[in-house]
């Protein structure tokens, strides 16, 4: 690392300058951030799983149902959706205040922590009610207000990082939610824009080196997306094994009973019989690293 001109990478004086809060202090310094009854950066490997979006209050409530049954702590799931193209149609759509609603009964019937997406500051009254993380999706990772507004709230905050963004400019991010005292940040990283991704409707590629990158500057907690970053079930099963070997603190996965079926991005949601080989596996994997998953 050297301190010359700024670059994509981070040099020391851009630790000690322009990201200071999210740099490590010592080389052991590791935050915590405890959400309700689970926590990221810890011992345990939440993971938090559910449909790309909260289609019907009866897909929610099923979905917290299944991950109760398999004493799961953590569910996923979009209100708002930032999707690429601005046509939507009976298949094709995200529910918006009313998922929020929907959400919230499948959380308090099932005792789950929840994360949503925000979108628009507009909504963040009412999303603080209905969730316990607030989501910041890749595309607003550098929308300056919303992170700022968002850091007021106190509230734990899961910031995806951009498919374009470097280290640098992910970190500098999530300084201005720490820069507003708000200390409960946990990283996403979701996959990044490749000139290969060995298919062709795979979008991008899963940075699994960010994570151990991560963790040599930051003490904040990391997650991997295997689902968004595949864009492809066949592929989330290794991606997720890989994500928990390779230190992650946690991951946040798509699941849905009828994948092919899903409103929005079919082919990247496992069935309910592949999440649950999954978490066995993934039991597995934590124990060789001494984590637990909930
Ligand atoms: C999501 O997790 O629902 C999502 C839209 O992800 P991303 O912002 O990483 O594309
Ligand atoms: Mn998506």
């Given at each position: 690392m050297q301190n010359k001109a700024p670059g994509k990478d981070l040099s020391l004086e851009d630790l000690r300058e322009k990201i200071p809060l999210c740099?490590?202090?010592?080389?052991?310094h590791k935050s915590i951030v405890k959400v309700k009854d689970i926590s990221f950066g810890g011992k345990e490997i939440p993971f938090l799983s559910?449909?790309?979006?909260?289609?019907?209050p009866k897909l929610i409530m099923s979905i917290g149902k299944m991950l109760k049954s398999l004493k799961l702590k953590g569910m996923r799931g979009g209100a708002f959706k930032p999707l690429t193209f601005p046509y939507r149609s009976k298949k094709y759509f995200e529910p918006g205040v009313e998922g929020l609603d929907w959400l919230k009964q499948s959380k308090n019937k099932n005792n789950l922590v929840v994360t949503t997406e925000i979108m628009?500051?507009?909504y963040l009254d009412k999303l603080c009610s209905s969730t316990d993380i607030i989501q910041i999706g890749s595309r607003n990772m550098q929308n300056y207000p919303l992170l700022t507004e968002c850091a007021k709230t106190s509230m734990p905050i899961m910031l995806k990082r951009h498919y374009g963004s470097s280290l640098r400019d992910w970190l500098g991010a999530a300084e201005y939610i720490l820069a507003e005292?708000?200390?409960?940040v946990i990283l996403c990283e979701r996959g990044v824009s490749v000139?290969?991704?060995?298919?062709?409707?795979?979008?991008?590629?899963?940075?699994?080196?960010?994570i151990p990158a991560v963790k040599e500057i930051t003490h904040l907690p990391i997650i991997s997306d295997p689902s968004h970053a595949t864009f492809w079930a066949p592929w989330v099963e290794s991606m997720t094994l890989a994500s928990i070997a390779s230190g992650c603190d946690g991951i946040l996965i798509e699941v849905h009973p009828d994948p092919k079926n899903?409103?929005?991005?079919?082919?990247q949601p496992l069935n309910f019989k592949q999440f649950k080989q999954l978490i066995k596996k993934s039991k597995k994997i934590a124990k060789c690293m001494d984590r637990k998953i909930v």
């Open positions: 740099a490590k202090k010592t080389p052991n559910g449909p790309n979006t909260i289609e019907s628009e500051l507009k005292g708000n200390k409960k000139p290969h991704t060995h298919r062709a409707t795979s979008r991008f590629l899963l940075d699994l080196q960010v899903a409103a929005v991005d079919p082919l």
